[in-house]
């Protein structure tokens, strides 16, 4: 639907879900996704097919607190109504937060200036089955400040060849303007905001600071896997269920 067509107008929309049943964000045959299940509704609401574009393609798993989404309608009445009638019928775990009219030119992709995640890692002993969906559980002690070092590396513009998956040829180069490695008790947080990530690089990122933070690699090491760009010296991706889109900036 092009804007301006038969009366539509363009939309933002702030979601946020909880990515454990769903096979990610995008769209997929036969599989349930968070795209998916949207436009379902979006369908059903505004009696008419529509498309949302998404600020990030969380992968299956995934959580987000501030995804951002796009899409066209020829919708007559108030956002207002809208915005109370996609909540009335998405599924329990996906739950639209804000609805505002979006200029013409806004893209919730291609218009985004930075990107914020957040993995969340419980280090203790004994798992918690109430954190189960949110966080993953590391028993072995991590020592936070060296994997904090680590991390530091990392920050500035860099090709992340190393970390992460490019999709259609794309160049691996990204700018992370922030990124820090926090503990609060028993809880470890490691965030990263950049203009943009590859596929898997933020839990390839936080899989290889595991690494450090029991002592298998040193801090220094990191910058080296960073500058070889082979994927096969970094650690393995943690699990996709510690991670959440926190926010996207434009």
Avoid at 63 to 73: S, Y
Avoid at 210 to 217: D, I, N
């Amino acid at each position: 639907m092009l804007e301006g067509s038969s009366g539509s107008r363009k939309i933002k929309a702030v979601v946020e879900y909880d990515g454990t049943r769903y096979a990610g964000f995008q769209q997929q045959p036969d599989q349930p996704t968070i795209q998916g299940e949207i436009e379902r509704v979006l369908a059903e609401v505004t009696q008419q097919d529509t498309r949302i574009v998404g600020a990030g393609r969380t992968d299956a798993g995934v959580h987000a607190r501030g995804q951002v989404v796009h899409f066209l309608t020829g919708w007559k009445r108030s956002l207002e109504q809208l915005h109370r009638a996609l909540n009335a019928l998405l599924a329990d775990d996906i739950a639209v937060r804000e609805v505002a009219r979006a200029p013409s030119d806004f893209h919730a992709r291609f218009s985004a200036v930075e990107r914020r995640y957040r993995y969340t890692i419980l280090n203790q002993e004994i798992r918690s089955p109430l954190e189960a969906r949110y966080a993953y559980h590391h028993a072995q002690p991590l020592e936070e400040g060296v994997m904090g070092q680590a991390l530091a590396y990392l920050t500035g513009t860099h090709d992340f060849a190393s970390f992460g998956q490019p999709t259609q040829g794309e160049s691996t180069v990204r700018e992370v303007v922030r990124a820090s490695c926090v503990r609060e008790g028993n809880h470890i947080y490691v965030d990263m905001s950049a203009n943009a990530f590859l596929r898997q690089m933020v839990r390839s990122i936080v899989g290889t600071l595991l690494l450090v933070g029991r002592g298998a690699l040193a801090p220094l090491d990191v910058r080296k896997i960073l500058q070889a760009r082979d994927r096969s010296l970094a650690g393995p991706p943690a699990p996709a269920h510690g991670l959440c889109l926190v926010r996207v900036n434009y």
